[in-house]
């Protein structure tokens, strides 16, 4: 909208002071941009002669003569002064040049990997199933979950088995005399099953026909409450502080005997070369047992003493990704390694229960776990690896899709029946 004459005097009074004027142009493209000399760029006493001096003999024709025209045509070349252009810049700006072309980036450089995304962990349990009856003992383990995808666990004397592929539930035994039960744990194949009892003996059962193959006895003189497997060897923890390796496919079934806990064993874990066997007792002692030491005849002397806790080792786990790399908790009830990242999760019994998720190495805390009310007693963990059980002395079992899924599904290793597969029935 045209707002009127600009040219009034009254329109003149009001505009602010020391404000860029712009001219009215006839057309669009005269209305450009005012000109800013640069200074810094000018040679003044070249101007001020061209703009005086040299502008004399034109002035003035009777000033001037071909001696003196020669003598200041001379003087203009050595000086260079024989420029038209008064405001004229000297330094011209130059085009901008990438010093790296971006075909060179692209092909001769790698690209910046973008941010990994930072994994959803869930603060509430997926599931809840009841565990009425389970014994409230800090130094039994009554919780294993096998590769078959079944879960055991022990209530009182009795043994349930559950399926997390279909959710189905079977009770595999009771105990009638001998019990209560004290430690499960599944063979590698996941359809053999070992239980260790109050007794001091071990039963080992077949899940897929539920029947009993053979009773272990003669290794303790009191209960068993800790087992790990080795292929065809079981290892047995008791009470008197003795370590057994048991040949499960022959009669005579002790191999070797551990001798260094005075306390009860409560804790076993095979490395994954399956060479160094690592015990955790209630004497707040941690030891390291190495095959090619052992023998069945004097006592076996341990690879390593770890002496660094003050209260009952019963937490322990080999690094899934760091094969000479042990964690070991003491007055902690179980430990568990992320297999898919380097994680490391822990539960806890007063005052929160929790279930805590550890960064590895920073052991920087990632995540707490509630919901149980009482000590967080057993976990296991799934065979892919994603999920972990949780059964505590609230009578409640909990699962947890903790560790997440990894990037990779790996294929489900074959069936082994190495352990026994030419046994049938053993007394």
Request: hydrophobic share 35%; charged share 20%; net charge neutral.
């Amino acid at each position: 909208m045209d707002a009127g004459p600009m040219g009034s005097s009254h329109n003149s009074r009001t505009q602010c002071p020391l404000q860029e004027q712009f001219l009215r142009r006839k057309n669009n493209r005269e209305n450009l941009d005012r000109f800013i000399p640069n200074r810094a760029a000018m040679d003044f006493d070249d101007a001020h002669y061209m703009l005086t001096d040299g502008r004399k003999g034109k002035e003035n024709p009777a000033m001037s003569s071909p001696r003196r025209e020669a003598y200041q045509k001379q003087l203009a070349e050595v000086f260079n002064l024989n420029r038209t252009r008064i405001l004229a810049f000297k330094n011209k700006p130059s085009t901008l040049i990438d010093p790296i072309p971006q075909e060179l980036l692209s092909s001769s450089f790698p690209q910046t990997k973008p941010a990994k995304h930072r994994r959803h962990i869930p603060q509430s349990c997926e599931r809840t199933l009841d565990a009425p009856g389970i014994v409230d003992d800090f130094y039994l383990n009554l919780l294993d979950w096998g590769s078959s995808n079944v879960l055991a666990i022990a209530l009182g004397s009795t043994v349930y088995l559950w399926d997390a592929s279909n959710g189905s539930t079977s009770e595999l035994v009771t105990i009638e005399d001998d019990g209560p039960v004290t430690s499960v744990s599944w063979s590698p194949d996941g359809r053999h099953i070992a239980i260790g009892l109050n007794n001091s003996h071990v039963q080992l059962w077949d899940s897929t026909t539920n029947r009993q193959l053979r009773t272990v006895s003669g290794g303790h003189i009191q209960r068993v409450g800790s087992l790990a497997w080795n292929n065809h060897i079981l290892t047995t923890g008791g009470m008197d502080g003795l370590v057994v390796n048991n040949d499960v496919r022959v009669r005579s079934h002790i191999v070797e005997t551990y001798r260094g806990h005075h306390l009860e064993v409560c804790g076993l874990k095979w490395s994954a070369s399956v060479q160094q066997l690592a015990s955790g007792g209630n004497d707040n002692l941690v030891y390291i047992w190495d095959r090619s030491m052992a023998s069945s005849i004097a006592p076996t002397q341990w690879l390593h003493r770890l002496e660094g806790h003050t209260a009952a080792v019963k937490a322990l786990a080999w690094c899934p990704f760091q094969g000479n790399l042990l964690a070991s908790g003491g007055g902690v009830c179980a430990l568990l390694w992320n297999k898919n990242e380097r994680e490391l999760l822990s539960s806890h019994g007063f005052t929160k229960n929790q279930l805590t998720l550890w960064k590895y190495p920073s052991m920087v805390k990632m995540a707490e776990l509630t919901g149980h009310t009482s000590r967080v007693l057993f976990m296991a963990q799934s065979p892919d690896g994603c999920s972990v059980a949780s059964a505590a002395a609230d009578e409640t079992l909990r699962l947890w899709n903790v560790f997440g899924t990894p990037e990779v599904a790996k294929p489900a290793p074959k069936a082994n029946l190495e352990p026994f597969a030419h046994v049938n029935r053993i007394r």
